[in-house]
C-alpha cells in the first residue's frame, strides 16, 4: 500500500530549490519503518507527538489559570489543540502542508514547565545559578522531543522520537510576538540545537510561520473567556474591553465571545496574506491585536489572585530541587533516593525511574544486573554522567520541567507531610 501524499509540500512552487528545502525536512535521524504504513512523514511526526507522555501531561499544565476548580478553564492541552486547529484552517486555505502545521502545533510546547510561565521563571533563575544556563520552554520543547521523550519501537524497545527537521525546526521557533512587518520563513538550515536565544530565527518554513501566529490567536481569545468565567474583572474592566473590540469592527454586547475574536483574526490574515508579501494581518487587526494583548497583561496576567500561586509555584519548585539535590552521592544516589522512598514515595520513584533510564546507570555494575528487567528495555540516548554533579543538576531540571502541576503539588505535599 502507498504512503499518503505530502499534501501542499511545495506551497505551489515547483522549483529544485523547493525540492532541496523539502529534503531537508523530512531528514531525521534513522527510525524504523512499516512496510504497509499509509502515512507521510509529518503525519508519522503528528502520531509520535500524540502518543508520547509529555503530550499526556499537557492535560493537567497551565495554561494562565492553575488549580482551577471549573472544568472548562482552557489547560495546556487544550491550547495546543486550539493552535493545530487554527494552523489548520491557515494552512489549508494557503496551500500550505496541513499535516505539517498540526504537527508543529501539537508538539510546540511539550517543554512547558509545571504552573505554566511562573514555573519557567523560577526553573531558568535555577539553571542560571546552578549551570550558567538559560531555560526557555520552547528550546526545552526541542530538548523534549530530541532527547527525553521515547516510544517504544516494534521489539518493544524505547526510542527516541526522532522527528523530522521541519517538525523540530517548528517547534522551536514558535516563540516571540508577531510583529507588524510580515513573517517570512528562513531560507536557510541551521543545527537547531545551536539556537540560544528566543526568537533568533524564523522558522524554516511558511508551516512554522504559520504556528508562530496561530499560537498568539489561539490564547489571547480564550485567555479573555477563561477570566470571564472565573469573574476576575470589574465592569468597569469588562467595558474597557468591549470598547477596543467595538472600536475595530468587532460588534460585542455582553461577554465576549472567544469563537467571534478568533474568527475574525484568521479571516483578516488569511485576506492580507500570500506568499510573494508574507503572513501579515491588516493594520487595523494587527492594531486590535496589539490592543487585546496589552489589556490581557494589565488585567488578566498581572491579576493580584495569581500573585499567590505564582509565590506557591516557586516555593514548590524551590524545594524540590533543594531536596533531590540535597540526595547526590554520585553513583551511589539510587540508594540515597531509595532511603526516602516512604515519606515521599511519588517524587523520589518517578525520578529513580528517570535516573535510570536517562543515565550511565544503565551501564554500571551492580546497578545493571539490579535493575536488569528495567533498563533492558531501552534503547534511548543517555543523558547524564551520574558521577558528575552538573549532569545530575540537569537531570533535576528535566524531570521538574516535564512535571505536570499536579505532581509538583502531591511532591511538594510530600515534602511538607509528616506520617
Known sequence: MSKAPEEGRFAGVASKKSHEKYSKCIEREELYSRADDIRSEFARDYNRILHCTAFSRLKHKTQVFFATENDHICTRMEHVNHVASISYTISKHMGLNTQLATAIALGHDLGHAPFGHAGEDYIDEIAKEELGADFWHERNSLRFVDKIETLKDTNSKHQNLKLTYAVRDGIISHCGEVAEDALFPRSEAIDLTKIIRKNEYMPYTWEGCVVKI??????????????????????????????????HGIPVSGAVNNTILIHKLIIDLCNSSDLDDGLRFSQEMFKLMKLVMEFNYNNIYSHRRLDTYKKFAKLAIGEIFVFLISLYAKEYTLKELEKHAKHCPSLTGAFKSCLLKYSNYRTINPYKKEYQDVVEKYENEILYDINKKKDYIRAILDYMSGMTDSFAVRAFGELTSFK
Not at 215 to 225: C, L, Q, S, T, V
Not at 236 to 242: H, W
Open 214 to 247: 496561530a499560537d498568539k490567536i489561539a490564547y489571547i481569545g480564550r485567555d479573555i473567556e477563561d477570566a470571564i468565567r472565573l469573574d476576575i474583572w470589574t465592569e468597569q474592566q469588562a467595558a474597557e474591553l468591549s470598547s477596543i473590540l467595538n472600536r
